[in-house]
C-alpha cells in the first residue's frame, strides 16, 4: 500500500470586514503538497454556478506532532489572484529585509457564552493591573493553554519570542517575529493553532479589539518593524522621516489596521486617539514608539507601530508600512 502524507491546508475566506481562517486536511502520495480546490460559494469567494476557487500553498510547516500545516493563497478558478487574497500584494514589496514582531493580545473565552475566562460571574473584582504577567488562581487564568501554544509552534519553526499574561483576567499576548512575508504567514499559522489548541480545551478565542468596554485597555497587535538601515546604518533623521512618512497616510493605515479599532484607540489605556497622529520615544501613548533600544544604539533598531488592531490582517500591515516606507 502506497505510503500516504497528510496535510492541513488554511486559508483565509472572502468574508468582510475581517477574513475567518479555514482549513481541510488532504491525504497524498505526493511528497510537497499540491495545488487544491474548495467550494468558494460557501465561503463568500465565489458564486453558487462557478464555485472553484484554488488553493495554492505558500508555505508548508512540518509537524512532528500531526499533519503538516500548509499555509495557502487563493486564486480564482481562472488562476488569477482572488479578491479576499492581500497576501499577493504584500509579497510584491515585502523582501526578506524586512523585520516584523508582532504582538498578539487576545482573550480567552467560555464558547457558550462567550465572555472571557475569569469574567463568568460579572465584572471582576479587581480592576486591571494585578493581572498584567500576574501569579496565582485569583490573577491568571488559561496558563496551560497559552504554554502549548507556544511549544506547538516553536516546533513548527514558527519562532515565538515569548508570552505573558495581559491586564485584565483571561487576556494574553504572545510574540511572533519573523522576516519578509513569512513573517505573515507565521502570524496567519500561529492564530490558526491558537483557535485550534484552545478548541481542544473547550475554550474559544477573541481577537476582537475591544471585547469588554469599561476602563479596560483593549487588544491591540503592536507591530515592530526594521529594515537593513534602520539595524546598522540608522540616524535621528532616518527614524524620525519613517515615522514623518508613515504619519502623512495615518488615514491609510488605520483603514489597514483592524476592524473596530475606533472602540481601542481612544487616547486612554496606553494609546492615541484613531483621529490624531504621533510618535515620540518610548511613549506608549503615541501612535509610533521609538524604543529606547533604538537611541541607545546610536539610533539602529527598530520601531514600533501601535496602531494595528488584535484582528488585523498581517498581510495588510505589512503591505502598509513596507509600501509607505520604500515609494
Same mark, same amino acid.
Given at each position: ?31 510537497? =503538497? ?77 464558547? $457558550?457564552?462567550?465572555? =472571557? ?27 496551560? !493553554? ?22 485584565? !483576567? ?10 519578509? +512575508? ?14 485550534? !489548541?484552545?478548541? $481542544? ?46 504619519? $502623512? +497616510? ?41 524604543? +529606547? ?10 520601531? $514600533?507601530?501601535?496602531? =494595528? ?19
Amino acid at each position: 500500500m502506497a505510503e500516504y502524507k497528510t496535510y492541513e491546508y488554511i486559508w483565509l475566506d472572502g468574508y468582510q470586514p475581517e477574513a475567518n481562517m479555514r482549513s481541510k486536511v488532504k491525504a497524498t502520495e505526493a511528497d510537497t =503538497p499540491p495545488d487544491w480546490s474548495f467550494d468558494g460559494s460557501s465561503t463568500q469567494q465565489a458564486e453558487g454556478g462557478s464555485s472553484d476557487c484554488l488553493l495554492l500553498p505558500v508555505q508548508t510547516y512540518a509537524n512532528p506532532n500531526g499533519h503538516d500545516i500548509v499555509m495557502t493563497e487563493v486564486q480564482a478558478a481562472d488562476h488569477t489572484t482572488h479578491p479576499s487574497n492581500y497576501r499577493a500584494a504584500a509579497a510584491e514589496v515585502v523582501t526578506d529585509e524586512w523585520w516584523f514582531g508582532f504582538e498578539q493580545e487576545f482573550f480567552f473565552t467560555d464558547p $457558550e457564552t462567550g465572555e =472571557p475566562l475569569g469574567w463568568e460571574n460579572g465584572t471582576p473584582s479587581k480592576p486591571q493591573g494585578e493581572y498584567y504577567c500576574g501569579v496565582g488562581a485569583g490573577n491568571v487564568v488559561g496558563r496551560e !493553554i497559552s504554554d502549548a501554544h507556544l511549544h506547538a509552534c516553536l516546533d513548527l519553526g514558527i519562532t515565538l519570542t515569548g508570552t505573558n499574561a495581559e491586564v485584565a !483576567i483571561g487576556q494574553w499576548e504572545y510574540q511572533c517575529f519573523g522576516k519578509g +512575508v513569512k513573517a505573515a504567514d507565521d502570524l496567519w499559522v500561529s492564530r490558526y493553532l491558537l483557535f485550534k !489548541i484552545a478548541e $481542544e480545551f473547550g475554550v474559544g478565542v477573541n481577537i476582537h479589539p475591544k471585547p469588554k468596554t469599561g476602563d479596560w485597555n483593549g487588544s491591540g497587535m503592536h507591530t515592530n518593524f526594521s529594515n537593513e538601515a534602520m539595524r546598522s546604518a540608522g540616524s535621528e533623521e532616518l527614524f524620525n522621516s519613517y515615522c514623518d512618512k508613515l504619519g $502623512e +497616510v495615518h488615514a491609510e493605515g488605520i483603514a489597514s489596521y483592524g476592524s473596530d479599532n475606533d472602540m481601542r484607540l481612544t487616547g486612554l489605556h496606553e494609546t492615541q486617539s484613531i483621529d490624531t497622529f504621533s510618535y515620540g520615544v518610548s511613549d506608549r501613548g503615541a501612535s509610533i514608539r521609538i524604543p +529606547v533600544y533604538t537611541v541607545e544604539h546610536n539610533w539602529n533598531g527598530y520601531l $514600533e507601530d501601535r496602531r =494595528p488592531a488584535s484582528n488585523a490582517d498581517p498581510y495588510k500591515i505589512l503591505a502598509h508600512i513596507v509600501g509607505t516606507l520604500t515609494k
